[in-house]
């Protein structure tokens, strides 16, 4: 873990690669659903939904993949198998990682029934569809055996352009593996303590917290005041715009959004940002017109059966690959 003041940064790195993708993995859900066996730390996570709550997942997951389409994003779609059912297949941030020089991180995974979503048919999907070329495996799945995990993007907020990455400590984010992945990777880990009103700490980083090229959304009030001003101070070295955002905004998933990179006819190189309606909705006005005014374009989409019993929203379902 990283001790370092906001005074003594290690040297920046060289970038791993711009921070937006511009193709992503998207897994359609077979067996969506509550996962009681996830529930106990996520407080996003609620028992009731529709009686078809399979059949509406998959339109919302159908009509952000479709959403993403038109917006000229590369969408990898590869569909879950019935067999073992998988509730939480649809957000594969969790379990894998895609990196520009070719490696492949796969990621150990708290809630047994999730690390079934760990296919190898998927990689080759990605490598087929999207032209992966895939030279390293780091697998960390090990930790499993020994109680420690690491949950992919949904653990790990990363900034690409100076190769940092930012954890919040929760039952899914370990310190261990959270070193011997930044080590592997070549980044300087952040980690620090976050918790909702209620004192429960964020089950992810990536539901408080999110890096655009230009801005940083954070739900500044969340972080722990012991850790709070080192955490910001190093986000403002990055250069980005910060947007503060409290726990009214963070209940709505108003964190868990992404910038993905496309392109324009007209336009050229764009930056696309990616929310659901609830998180659009919970945003205060000017709070929006500032993120809005950092990116090119905001794609809305509406995941209310998928954020209400799976507790994620559109980030969670999007597992970036950034191509060599």
Known sequence: MSTSSSASFPPLRAPEHRQCADAVLMIRPACFGYNPETAPNNAFQHAEGPANAAVSAQAEFDALAA????????????????????????????WVSFHADGTVVLYPMQALSRRAERRGDVLQAV??????????????TGHEREGRFLEGTGSLVLDRSVRVAYACRSARTDAVVLEEWAQALGYESVLFEAADRGGMPFYHTNVLMSLGERFALIGAEAIAAADRARVLERVRAGGREL????????????????????????LGDCRILVMSRAARAALAPDTFARLAACTDDVLVVPLPTIERLGGGSARCMLAEVFRP
């Open 67 to 94: 959403a993403l389409v038109g917006e000229g994003v590369q969408v990898c779609i590869v569909a879950d198998c019935a067999e073992p059912a998988k509730p939480d297949a649809v957000f594969p941030n969790n």
């Open 243 to 266: 947007i503060e955002v409290g726990y009214g905004e963070l209940e709505h998933f108003a964190g868990n959004v992404l910038e993905l990179a496309t392109q324009d006819e007209a």
């Open 127 to 140: 490598s087929a569809q999207l032209g992966f070329r895939v030279t390293r495996v780091l697998d960390l």
